[in-house]
């Protein structure tokens, strides 16, 4: 049989020399008796238990998402423009709060704010900023109010 190859790091930690090795004997016995191969199983009331109680982010506990976005079935409910000013803006859609209320049952539903997605923002700009005025058709969906042919100034030219 041919001699085998000489591994330094086997041969420190047969003697102790290696360094995780007199780092662990510093340590106050870590290990326990642990040996390799020899290890006896947990006791039922040792072993690990699943985790009970806990639900997945948006389980059961949560009543189940209405309908929403962009592309639910419309009916518009203004023959003119409504004018009001960009509450907020996330990445694709935005809250329009209208000057006045909305003559309409869904005009409570988010508070009196109105729905705007960036494909309905004349002029393909996609986002309006917060704060800005703007001037919109207002459509009803199953999901709420909603703004149509929204653009920043009277003329609507985006």
Excluded at 8 to 21: I, K, L, M, Q
Aim: proline content about 7%; charged content about 30%; overall charge positive.
């Amino acid at each position: 049989m041919p001699d085998e190859p000489f591994d330094p790091w086997a041969s420190a930690a047969a003697d102790g020399t290696s360094a995780a090795v007199m780092k662990s004997a510093k340590k106050k016995d870590a290990w326990g008796s642990f040996k390799a191969g020899e290890a006896e199983a947990l006791s039922d009331s040792e072993a690990a238990k699943p985790k009970q109680g806990k639900k997945k982010k948006g389980g059961d506990s949560k009543k189940p998402a209405g309908p929403s976005g962009p592309n639910l079935a419309r009916k518009r409910v203004t023959d003119s423009k409504v004018s009001g000013v960009v509450e907020s803006w996330t990445n694709s859609y935005g809250w329009i709060r209208p000057f006045q209320r909305v003559n309409h049952p869904k005009a409570g539903k988010h508070g009196g704010k109105i729905y705007i997605h960036g494909k309905d923002v004349k002029g393909g700009l996609g986002f309006l900023p917060v704060g800005a005025p703007v001037e919109f058709y207002v459509f009803e969906d199953d999901a709420g109010l909603g703004a149509e042919e929204c653009s920043t100034d009277g003329k609507g030219k985006g």
